[in-house]
């Protein structure tokens, strides 16, 4: 057993940030494809951080446990979206299609899975007011009053960013559009990730996927997938306050 162990911690620390692997697939590559239990019994031990254990995830792409704890899910997807790897959320609102908004790769790969239309920019998720300063975002007075009135909440505003920097974001456009969630677990994740992009969990035309089975039908096994539960299904208000007066977009 020390001898599988020992194989299964040594495929682990192979994989590339940026990717994940199954325990089913792990226990195949370790030599015994049947023990993807075992595999997931070692992984839950193993406190070294040069083994990437949070890379490993549930046959059907589910993210399953972390240090052998459904309590700890939130925290691998975190990790997950932190290295570039894109994934399905149930947000504060619809599931998302989310991937670093910090990470041009991801992004591209986003538009690339979702079919978007690429002059279209997308909504992200921040997990403070702070953070729009990651973007270049400088609010005016009027403008950080108004959104200490709003968030956290199901309302997502759009806010001048201009720049070459984060012209992967902003389309040709000089507006983002950002959200700040008023969700426990979600805030937890983007505390971890970083700023997330997250469009809905659908393809461009498509109706918006209500269940994580809806979702894999239009992602498959290029994603992970994360439920936290908490939906309103319904997408959020949109309100543009780049420049004033201040324009309802989406009730």
Known sequence: MRDFSRKVLSVAKRIPAGSFSTYKEMARLSGKPGAYRPVGNILAKNRDEKIPCHRIILSGNKVGGYFGSEKLTWKKAGLLLKEGVVGVLATDTIYGLCGSALNKKTTEKIYKL???????PMIILISSLAELKKFGVNLEKWQKEYLKKIWPGKISIILPCGGKKFQYLTR???????????????IKILEISGPLVAPS??????KPAETINEARKYF??????????????????????????VRILRP
């Open 201 to 206: 969990a659908n393809l461009e035309g498509k």
């Open 172 to 186: 040709g456009t000089e507006t983002l559009s950002f959200r700040l969630p008023n969700k426990e677990k979600l």
């Open 220 to 245: 498959g096994k290029k994603v992970f997938y994360y439920d936290a539960g908490g939906l309103r299904k319904k997408p959020s208000c949109l309100i543009d306050i780049s420049r004033k007066p």
């Open 114 to 120: 979702r079919r978007r239309n690429l002059k279209k």
